[in-house]
């Protein structure tokens, strides 16, 4: 458009222009490049170099991690491949990437990628050999925690790490798991951020798993739900906090009878989970007193009063009232979702 009839200039350079344009077309020409030589089964360092350049300038190019699995199974099968040449060539490939994860962290080719030529390590390479590969993937992973701590695609990525550390020792009767010190380390990041949602949900994971593996009892089960209620108790000092509630509230399905099979606690007495319900419903209700406007105590209490009548077959018209009047507020504090709390009103007024 012009402006006083002065035609308005483009605010950028004629020559950012031309560079963008010249970086688009050597993009594409080594696009194609890469692709003729892969059809041509041109399996070469130089090959292998285009794809590296790729991948930096596109790690979301799929195809291209496909074509670099290719060069790299053709070199694992040459004859002369012996297993210093395969551990070179695994230390080069994720040396290559971990730059690569820095920069983008959230990329699935990366991680996939990574975890593949790891796993070629365990296929192609003595057990001593590949799991020292693997240890130090798990440092690895601890320092991109460390700089990102909320990353989930790391702490999917940790996981994996630890199962195959773990695959490593399944046939040793003295080899300890590394479930419990996986659950102190999910302590650990938790403790340096309360808003990590990924480390809460990490360790339902861990924490399940230790359980099973330590053929728990019932009581010795009941003893770690209290530890890990008082532990959200202390952690719930911003209730404005929404990880918190989630961990919270995972907790809270121990006590829901459809749900405590699959829980930590499963065979708690339906007397023990009104018991939890209610004190958890005392301890959200003294939240109130300073954060009336924080929508997610009154989603807590709500539950809470939806599982005690679960337990108890029936709503008193006491809790009734209640969750009929948290609801109103909830219409107010989030009314985005207000057919969500109408829905809820609906069948309490049944």
């Given at each position: 458009?012009?402006?006083?009839?002065?035609?308005?200039?483009?605010?950028?350079?004629?020559?950012?222009?031309?560079?963008?344009?010249?970086?688009?077309?050597?993009?594409?020409?080594?696009?194609?490049?890469?692709?003729?030589?892969?059809?041509?089964?041109?399996?070469?360092?130089?090959?292998?170099?285009?794809?590296?350049?790729?991948?930096?300038?596109?790690?979301?190019?799929?195809?291209?991690?496909?074509?670099?699995?290719?060069?790299?199974?053709?070199?694992?099968?040459?004859?002369?491949?012996?297993?210093?040449?395969?551990?070179?060539?695994?230390?080069?490939?994720?040396?290559?990437?971990?730059?690569l994860l820095r920069s983008f962290p959230k990329c699935y080719w990366i991680w996939n990628y990574r975890l593949w030529i790891l796993d070629e390590a365990k296929r192609l390479l003595p057990k001593s050999v590949a799991y020292e590969f693997w240890q130090k993937e798990l440092a690895l992973v601890g320092k991109m925690l460390s700089m990102d701590s909320r990353n989930f695609h790391g702490w999917g990525y940790r996981r994996f790490v630890v199962a195959a550390l773990e695959d490593f020792t399944a046939h040793d009767s003295n080899a300890e798991t590394m479930t419990q010190s996986e659950v102190d380390y999910t302590k650990k990041m938790i403790g340096a951020n309360l808003s990590n949602f990924s480390a809460w949900h990490n360790r339902t994971k861990v924490i399940y798993k230790l359980l099973d593996e330590q053929k728990a009892s019932d009581q010795e089960r009941k003893k770690v739900l209290d530890e890990e209620l008082n532990f959200a108790h202390k952690a719930l000092i911003d209730p404005y906090d929404q990880s918190l509630w989630f961990y919270h509230q995972s907790l809270m399905c121990v006590f829901d009878p459809s749900l405590a099979a699959r829980t930590m606690a499963p065979n708690l007495t339906s007397a023990e989970r009104l018991e939890y319900v209610q004190a958890e419903k005392e301890e959200i209700k003294d939240m109130l007193e300073e954060c009336t406007d924080c929508k997610w105590i009154y989603q807590a209490l709500i539950q809470c009063n939806l599982i005690a009548a679960k337990i108890e077959g029936a709503f008193s018209e006491v809790d009734r009232a209640e969750v009929i009047g948290w609801l109103g507020v909830l219409v107010q504090l989030d009314p985005l979702r207000k057919g969500h709390w109408a829905d809820i009103e609906k069948t309490l007024r049944e």
């Open positions: 458009m012009a402006s006083h009839g002065v035609p308005r200039q483009s605010s950028r350079p004629v020559e950012n222009i031309e560079q963008k344009r010249q970086q688009i077309q050597e993009y594409r020409d080594l696009d194609h490049s890469v692709r003729k030589k892969i059809v041509e089964r041109c399996y070469t360092p130089e090959t292998l170099q285009e794809i590296s350049e790729l991948l930096k300038r596109n790690p979301e190019y799929y195809s291209v991690w496909n074509y670099r699995r290719v060069i790299r199974q053709a070199e694992f099968s040459q004859d002369t491949a012996s297993d210093q040449s395969v551990a070179a060539i695994i230390k080069s490939d994720l040396e290559f990437l971990f730059p």
